[in-house]
Each structure stands twice: as C-alpha cells, then as structure tokens.
C-alpha cells in the first residue's frame, strides 16, 4: 500500500468526536455552492490544523466520492470514515460518517427548507432578487478555492503547465459554449489516458 495512503493511528476522546461534529455544523451553513465548495476549510481542519488526515487521504476521499453515483455529499461521508479508521477500526469509521453527515446536513437542509420557502413567498422582492444575484459569485470563488487545494495538494506547480491549460479552456467553453460538459471530461479522461496531460 502506497505509505501516504497509510491510516494514521490517532487517539480520540470524546472531545475530539465533538470537535469533529463542531466543525462540520459551522461549515455547513457556508455550504452554499455544495458541500464541495467547503473543502479547502475541510482540508484545513483534518489535514493541517489536527492531523486527522493525510493529504492523500483527504484527496482520495473526495476522488472516489465525486466518481460514485449519488449525491456530491458523499465524500462528507469518507472523510468522516477516514477519520474514525484513523482513530481505531470500523466501529469508530462508522462513528466519523454519522457525525460527518449529521453535522454538515442538519443546519443547511434546516436553513435551505426554511430560506427557500420564505424567498418563494417574497421572490419579487427587490432583496430576494439581488441576493440571489450576490451569491453566484460567492459559489464561483468558493469552487475556485477548492480546486487550487486539490490541486496544489497533489504538487502541482507551474511546470504542469498542460494542465492548467486544459483547466482554463475547459472552463472558458463551459462558460462560453453549449457543450455538455461530460464531452469535456471524457476528452480530459482521453487526454490523460495517452499521457498527454
């Protein structure tokens, strides 16, 4: 096995679950783009701040979540059981999912449910409309800000130069064009394929 993608051999105490559980609560009412725009704060905590998680870790949690069907929240889930396998075996794995999800899903499906009904009722509202307005960039940088984590986490640099470049005129055809973008992906997955990127 690759030794960063190692566990960690931690030990919990009931502190440390809550700490856990603490932090996914406060991340999730800034959840706004998706639990995704989130993990640059979730890198943070788990990887720099406590340990919890190596790098490799926290990348293949959010690699393999983000490959599986279902929800883009899945990979709350695998962080959550990472750290609990880190912190003793499957029991405490289980521990970690349960907190993880709890703590990211209660405040915002509770804000999401009351908000959306309360800016249905009042949506031509001047401030309902610029509010919506406001957030779009907010998603953006957030979404901007997570993939410069997972990218600089991996070691890339400026020598990588393909990829970047690749990055940058997928995103400009996203913007600017109707392609879907599974087209993009699958040329990005060919692309990587023939060792071209």
């Known amino acids: 096995m690759n030794e960063s993608l190692q566990s960690l051999h931690l030990v919990f105490g009931a502190r440390d679950w809550f700490d856990l559980f603490l932090h996914y609560l406060s991340l999730s009412l800034l959840s706004v783009g998706g639990a995704i725009s989130t993990a640059p704060d979730m890198h943070r905590f788990l990887v720099d701040k406590q340990h919890w998680l190596t790098d490799a870790q926290f990348n293949a949690s959010i690699a393999i979540a983000q490959s599986a069907p279902g929800p883009n929240v899945l990979f709350i889930a695998l962080l959550g059981w990472n750290v609990g396998l880190n912190a003793g075996g499957m029991l405490t794995g289980l521990l970690g999912v349960f907190l993880?999800?709890?703590?990211?899903?209660?405040?915002?499906?509770?804000?999401?449910?009351?908000?959306?009904?309360?800016?249905?009722?009042?949506?031509?509202?001047?401030?309902?409309?610029?509010?919506?307005?406001?957030?779009?960039?907010?998603?953006?940088?957030?979404?901007?800000?997570?993939?410069?984590?997972?990218?600089?986490?991996?070691?890339?640099?400026?020598?990588d130069w393909p990829v970047w470049l690749l990055t940058a005129a997928s995103a400009i055809i996203v913007w600017r064009s109707k392609i879907h973008l599974l087209w993009l992906l699958g040329a990005g997955a060919l692309l990587g394929w023939y060792g071209l990127i």
């Open 100 to 159: 993880a999800l709890l703590g990211i899903l209660i405040p915002s499906t509770t804000l999401t449910y009351t908000a959306a009904q309360w800016g249905h009722r009042n949506r031509e509202l001047r401030a309902v409309r610029a509010f919506k307005q406001g957030m779009g960039p907010i998603v953006v940088a957030l979404l901007i800000a997570t993939s410069w984590i997972l990218a600089s986490a991996n070691g890339s640099s400026l020598k």
